[in-house]
């Protein structure tokens, strides 16, 4: 159990210590949570910390269920077993592309990504559930040109360590619980987090500056 995002981001930073300094290292968050928890892993490690936004397409009156994911060029990453075809999570996805573009438009204020070309890239989130959305993350930072791909989260359900581990190098996680139901079990308080915090979090790290 979790207190909070920064203290499950104190925690993992313990499981990711070898790469404390390592100038080819990058810590990557996704929105929102997850640049909470990359932020104390980035500023324990002395790493850079940057975003990479890649948003789950919820299933039709359950948007809670994720049938893919969409990454930040806007592409998709299905979920096999939800049974949507294509053009239909291309239709769906349609939104999802739009709030990842403003996403990425608030976050970067124009800024360009750090370059991953060779880099050690740590992909970091709050807890992962299905994997969807970090897979379609982790493509996106393969195909950036990272040398190496870390997938990092306080937790991760079994499954879906299974399937992210087709698509990271590694995956570095504190708790692998049997009983995986949602995220937030694990966490004593796990609000919402604003896009103000993050934007705090990213200034801490040079965003925002001229």
Do not use: C, W
């Not at 990557?28 to 892993?41: A, F, H, Q, S, T």
């Amino acid at each position: 159990m979790f207190r909070d995002r920064r203290d499950a981001g104190r925690r993992l930073a313990e499981e990711l210590v070898r790469y404390s300094g390592d100038e080819a290292a990058v810590v990557l968050g996704i929105p929102r949570g997850g640049v909470v928890v990359g932020g104390e892993v980035a500023r324990l490690l002395d790493l850079p910390l940057d975003v990479v936004i890649a948003s789950k397409i919820g299933a039709p009156g359950n948007p809670e269920y994720a049938i893919g994911a969409v990454d930040p060029d806007g592409r998709v990453t299905p979920n096999p077993d939800a049974g949507y075809e294509l053009p239909e999570l291309e239709h769906l996805a349609r939104p999802v592309r739009e709030r990842t573009g403003r996403r990425i438009e608030l976050y970067r204020g124009g800024l360009e990504p750090l370059d991953l070309e060779g880099a050690t890239a740590i992909v970091v989130d709050d807890g992962i559930a299905t994997g969807l959305t970090a897979v379609a993350a982790l493509r996106y930072v393969r195909a950036l040109g990272a040398a190496r791909v870390v997938l990092a989260a306080p937790v991760i359900s079994a499954s879906a360590v299974r399937a992210v581990s087709e698509y990271a190098d590694e995956v570095v996680v504190v708790e692998t619980p049997d009983i995986f139901y949602a995220v937030g079990q694990f966490y004593r308080t796990f609000g919402q987090t604003s896009d103000d915090e993050v934007l705090e979090i990213l200034g801490e790290f040079g965003y925002g500056e001229e």
